[in-house]
């Protein structure tokens, strides 16, 4: 059974950093390609960014709002996806899901619970 | 930028009616990158349509999409109690690589 479990959510104020990680089983993680895809206070979901498996190439991408602020990378050795996230905003406020991206096809076919980071002062 | 633009945005449908939520992009998508979740109240989306119209896995066959170009469609074919929820379309792109239309609410009338 595959599983995502985020962790390392909470609250930060204006300016600062936290690391968000997400634990996967069920699945050969090495090979996945991975992304976060947040959702703010009853809003809708938005995407942050992608990496790649590192077989084909492990690049990463990300959105036009966290580009230079946040960093996606990856342990293939602990099965563990990273969401670095630097000078945040209370823009930033949501719940943060980690996700798989269907092989092939661009779609997130599994997702995580989410963690929430507030961003407050 | 393409932008995906669902409606309704509220849909009130009583349990054994058919829906049928819209998702129209602002430029021509490849159907290969178009894809809809649904999402309940406090849990994460889950993957519903991949393709335009292949069903993900273990996803009952009273949901089916279709469309192509810029207008999309996903249609449930006879609502049972679970399936009121939020619905979002999703598009590939070249910037931004992913795209969310705003969401379709599907409530009980």
């Known amino acids: 059974e595959v599983q995502l479990v985020e962790s390392g959510g909470g609250l930060v104020k204006p300016g600062g950093s936290l690391r968000l990680s997400c634990a996967a089983s069920g699945f050969t993680f090495s090979n996945a390609w991975m992304s976060w895809v947040r959702q703010a206070p009853g809003k809708g979901l938005e995407w942050v960014g992608r990496?790649?498996?590192?077989?084909?190439?492990?690049?990463?991408d990300y959105a036009a709002p966290v580009k230079g602020r946040f960093t996606i990378s990856r342990d293939d050795s602990k099965n563990t996806l990273y969401l670095q996230m630097n000078s945040l905003k209370t823009e930033d406020t949501a719940v943060y899901y980690c996700?798989?991206?269907?092989?092939?096809?661009?779609?997130?076919?599994?997702w995580g619970q989410g963690t929430l980071v507030t961003v407050s002062s | 930028e393409n932008v995906l633009t669902q409606s309704p945005g509220t849909l009130s449908l009583s349990p054994g009616e058919r829906a049928t939520l819209s998702c129209r992009a602002s430029?021509?998508?490849?159907?290969?990158?178009l894809a809809w979740y649904q999402q309940k109240p406090g849990q994460a989306p889950r993957l519903l349509i991949y393709?335009?119209?292949i069903r993900a896995t273990g996803i009952p066959d009273r949901f089916s999409g279709s469309g192509s170009g810029t207008d999309f469609t996903l249609t449930i074919s006879r609502l049972e109690p679970e399936d009121f929820a939020v619905y979002y379309c999703?598009?590939?792109?070249?910037?931004?690589?992913?795209?969310f239309g705003q969401g379709t609410k599907l409530e009980i009338k």
């Open positions: 996700s798989t991206i269907i092989t092939g096809t661009p779609a997130f076919d599994y």
């Open positions: 430029q021509s998508v490849s159907s290969s990158y």
């Open positions: 990496i790649e498996s590192k077989p084909d190439g492990g690049t990463t």
């Open positions: 999703q598009q590939y792109g070249s910037s931004p690589r992913y795209i």
């Open positions: 393709g335009a119209s």
